[in-house]
């Protein structure tokens, strides 16, 4: 049974950090990825990785505060946030992609797994 399990959210204050953790079990993944969303907003793409050879990518609107990056020994997937934002307050959701396509995947309906979510909220 195919199980993500996110942690790590919380409140902040604008411009400090969190962590967020996904262990990933039940079969092997070829990209792992991490979205987003905010209320009455539609889930968007934060940024994804491939489990073999690390190939990153990020939405724009992350870029230089956001790090994706896992531990292939754990089976775990992790999200580092600095200099948070008020905007970036959202549910955080885990993903799992198990096909190998050339592109990394960047929409919903290409993750076949997803976590439970994770409450970011960031204050001003």
């Known amino acids: 049974q195919v199980q993500l399990v996110e942690s790590g959210g919380g409140l902040v204050q604008a411009g400090g950090s969190l962590r967020l953790s996904c262990a990933a079990s039940g079969r092997t993944f070829s990209t792992m990825g991490w979205f987003r969303q905010a209320p009455g907003k539609e889930r968007e793409f934060v940024a994804a990785?491939?489990?073999?050879?690390?190939?990153?990518y990020y939405a724009e609107s992350v870029k230089g505060r956001f790090t994706i990056s896992r531990d292939n020994a754990n089976n775990t997937v992790y999200l580092q946030m600095n200099s948070l934002k008020p905007e970036d307050t959202a549910v955080y959701y885990c993903?799992?992609?198990?096909?190998?396509?050339?592109?990394?995947?960047?929409?919903?309906?290409?993750?076949?797994?997803w976590g439970q979510g994770t409450q970011v909220t960031v204050s001003s």
């Open positions: 993903a799992a992609d198990p096909n190998s396509a050339l592109l990394l995947p960047l929409m919903v309906y290409e993750y076949d797994y």
């Open positions: 990785i491939r489990w073999s050879g690390g190939t990153r």
